[in-house]
Structures are given as structure tokens and as C-alpha cells.
């Protein structure tokens, strides 16, 4: 089975940027990023399409996350800038279960995604 790590998270003031990625051990199909704060329940943060020409956001990234992918590397990423105290968590690298289960899933479904990664955390402080 496909291993996803995580890299890249750390400790930034507000309007500040990260840059977080996931390395997988093999090919993926359609890639995810998933948050976790405190105390709340995960939730999707931006997916990208198994060949990479789709991408999609929750409401509140969108135009501060970008999602991108280097299938020569196995890698995706997700640039974060002006980041805010509310973008706080741990955050999950994702990957998606089948090629069916992405074209078909709501990208922000877990059940689309079978693998995952061990989380990298992000604070963002005020």
C-alpha cells in the first residue's frame, strides 16, 4: 500500500505562509488535504483531480491556498499564504481510494480517500 508523509507545517504569525507537502511512496489517484483543529471534527481543505486538472477549495481558502501536484515526484502540495489564526490544525494529507471513488465522491468526503497520512501541524498565531 501507497505511504503518505507529511512535511512542512510549523509556527507562523497571521499573514504569514506555509508551504506543506506530502510525499506518497508511489502513484496516487486524486489528492486531498484535510484540517483538524481542536476540539472540531477534520474537515477538506482543498483537493486536487488524479490528473491534476481540477482543483477545488473550502470557502475560506480559496485565494490563499493553492493545491498542486508533481506525479514525477509523487508529491502534491499546498501553498498557504495569508494564513489566519483560524487556519490553525493539524493538517492530513490524503489520497484518494480509487479512480472511480474520485471521479464519483464529493471531493470533501472522507470515504473518497483511502490513504492518509500521520498529520503535520499548523499554528498560526495573532
Known amino acids: 500500500q501507497v505511504e503518505l508523509v507529511e512535511s512542512g507545517g510549523g509556527s507562523v504569525q497571521a499573514g504569514g505562509s506555509l508551504t506543506l507537502s506530502c510525499a506518497a511512496s508511489g502513484s496516487t489517484y486524486c489528492m486531498g488535504w484535510f484540517r483538524q483543529a481542536p476540539g472540531d471534527q477534520r474537515e477538506a481543505v482543498a483537493s486536487i483531480s488524479t490528473y491534476g486538472d481540477t482543483t477545488t477549495y473550502i470557502d475560506s481558502a480559496q485565494g490563499r491556498f493553492t493545491i498542486s501536484r508533481d506525479d514525477a515526484k509523487n508529491t502534491v502540495t499546498l501553498q498557504m499564504n495569508s494564513l489566519k489564526p483560524e487556519d490553525t490544525g493539524m493538517y492530513y494529507c490524503?489520497?484518494?481510494?480509487?479512480?472511480?471513488?474520485?471521479?464519483?465522491?464529493?471531493?470533501?468526503?472522507?470515504?473518497?480517500?483511502?490513504?492518509w497520512g500521520q498529520g503535520t501541524q499548523v499554528t498560526v498565531s495573532s
Open positions: 490524503a489520497g484518494g481510494a480509487t479512480l472511480y471513488a474520485c471521479s464519483t465522491e464529493s471531493w470533501s468526503a472522507e470515504r473518497r480517500y483511502k490513504l
